[in-house]
């Protein structure tokens, strides 16, 4: 069955970094687009971004552009989520997420808290 964990999240004082790691298995990996989303207290979730399956492309939402990069690593089945100049706005739970065969599958989520 298809799983994911995430990892790596935590809290950073504002303008700080940290990079997410998500480790996927039960689907072939390298095949698929992995996104991230972001969920705050109180707030909808959103799309932070996507990477395609062989890490040609990646899309970004507009909050996370020049300061996020996703990156993917095949072999090992991990999706990197790398942030840079957090801003307290940035806390929230970040997903890891992908759709293989129309469904789509969550993670279990890593708290990122950014304080001021």
């Known amino acids: 069955q298809v799983q994911l964990v995430e990892s790596g999240g935590g809290w950073v004082q504002s303008g700080g970094s940290l990079r997410l790691s998500c480790e996927a298995s039960?689907?072939?990996?390298?095949?698929?687009?992995m996104s991230w989303y972001r969920q705050g207290l109180g707030k909808e979730r959103q799309l932070v971004g996507s990477?395609?399956?062989?890490?040609?492309?990646?899309d970004y939402a507009d909050f996370a552009k020049g300061r996020f990069t996703l990156s993917r690593d095949n072999a090992k089945k991990v999706v990197y989520l790398q942030m840079t100049d957090l801003q307290p706005e940035d806390t929230a739970v970040y997903y890891c997420s992908v759709m293989p065969i129309g469904t789509r599958y969550w993670g279990p989520g890593t708290q990122v808290t950014v304080s001021s």
């Open positions: 990477i395609t399956y062989y890490g040609r492309e990646t």
């Open positions: 039960g689907f072939t990996f390298e095949t698929y687009t």
